[in-house]
């Protein structure tokens, strides 16, 4: 297999804002009437050119998912959750079907963990000129055990995590990203940053088309395990704790399938 490689600019990286681990820097995205490069707007939703692209070789986008600074996708109303899913997801297909890039790839980090930069909710979409991202993963990294499956989208808990620990998986088939996969992510972040572990603040997002599929799996962040970084050996939880995470999910699911 190839080594898969971005080249990263420190230089650019040096000059970007950071509101997440300083507050006193003023937030760019709360100025929309500055914004520069604006590609496509649907109501407060902005996608638009990033400013400070460090990586090599690629075509960097940002999308502003709501002009309130300090939300997040937890506190989103349904209606504006599902309106901006639906709206990432065009944007990404959008991207793919330039057929520019080797690979395009959609994520959001949120948090002081998850190796963003930016406190305002925002969500990427970056193409990859040289770097296929489908040669690092297969189906074995969003198969595990099975928590809830509804209208078609299944949720699962990785078995063989990419990184480690717990690793939540949503998978539907790439014609029926409806209503319920963005109201399924949304109670998925909730559990995250509300009942999963009382230490858990930063999370990631990473979206894949496999096999005919749209996949999201979310990873709750910490300190990355020195076994993982020195050795890329992933740690997966005890039965007992897969086991109740899987009893506290179903719980919610199942409300949810009812309402």
């Known amino acids: 297999m190839e080594h898969q490689q971005l080249f990263f600019s420190s230089d650019m990286s040096s000059h970007k804002p950071n509101t997440i681990h300083n507050k006193s820097t003023e937030c760019p995205f709360c100025k929309p009437d500055e914004l520069q ?25 940002v999308i502003i998912e709501t002009d309130e600074c300090t939300s997040d996708m937890r506190s989103y109303s349904r209606s504006h959750m599902r309106r901006l899913m639906n709206f990432c997801l065009n944007k990404w297909q959008e991207v793919e079907d330039t057929e520019e890039y080797e ?8 948090g002081p963990y998850s190796g963003g930069s930016l406190l305002h909710p925002h969500m990427q979409i970056i193409g990859m000129k040289h770097v296929d991202y489908h040669q690092n993963i297969s189906m074995t990294d969003f198969e595990g055990t099975n928590v809830f499956t509804c209208g078609g989208v299944e949720m699962t808990i990785s078995a063989y995590p990419i990184i480690g620990f717990t690793e939540f998986n949503l998978l539907t088939a790439a014609d029926n990203v409806a209503d319920t996969f963005p109201d399924m992510l949304q ?22 088309r496999f096999q005919d599929k749209i996949i999201c799996k979310a990873i709750p962040r910490f300190v990355v395990s020195p076994l993982f970084v020195g050795y890329k050996i992933p740690q997966v939880l005890m039965d007992r704790d897969l086991n109740r995470m899987k009893d506290e ?5 199942s409300a949810y399938a009812r309402s």
């Open 187 to 208: 109670i998925l972040i909730r559990y995250i940053l509300n009942g999963f572990h009382k230490a858990c603040n930063s999370y990631n997002l990473f979206f894949y």
């Open 103 to 110: 690979s395009v790839i959609l994520f959001k980090n949120h």
């Open 249 to 253: 999910l179903f719980e919610l699911y």
């Open 37 to 61: 490069n604006i590609l496509a707007r649907e109501g407060e939703i902005i996608w638009l050119m990033n400013k400070y692209p460090t990586l090599k070789d690629t075509y960097q986008t």
